[in-house]
């Protein structure tokens, strides 16, 4: 059984960085691809990025391309977000998941396993 916990939000300023780790406990940590979501206030959960096994390919949503970059770490069982340039409406709580197998790496209801979720939360 894969266990996530995510850490490292906080409250910032528009513009600044931040990044949230995951840390996974359990056996097969190179089975997964590992994926981060966000349920900002009044909406639905959201993809915003994923890693592949190896972390050499990557996937983002439109809205944190260019901005927020995923990476993983299969020695330490550690997935990574690095935020930079946020805005307000990345507020949101943050997700860790993990996903054997399905047809997008994009979609929630591919995931089986998830975090608690950390808040991150920008203020303009």
């Known amino acids: 059984q894969v266990q996530l916990v995510e850490s490292g939000g906080g409250l910032v300023q528009a513009g600044d960085s931040l990044s949230l780790s995951c840390a996974s406990s359990?056996?097969?940590?190179?089975?997964?691809?590992m994926g981060w979501f966000r349920r900002a206030p009044g909406k639905e959960r959201a993809f915003v990025a994923a890693v592949g096994r190896s972390g050499l390919s990557t996937q983002y949503a439109d809205s944190v391309k260019g901005r927020f970059t995923i990476s993983r770490d299969n020695v330490k069982n550690m997935v990574y977000l690095r935020m930079n340039r946020l805005k307000s409406e990345d507020t949101a709580l943050y997700y860790c998941a993990a996903r054997t197998h399905g047809s997008s790496w994009s979609l929630d209801t591919e995931y089986v396993h998830w975090g608690q979720g950390t808040q991150v939360t920008v203020s303009s």
């Open positions: 359990g056996s097969g940590f190179t089975n997964y691809v």
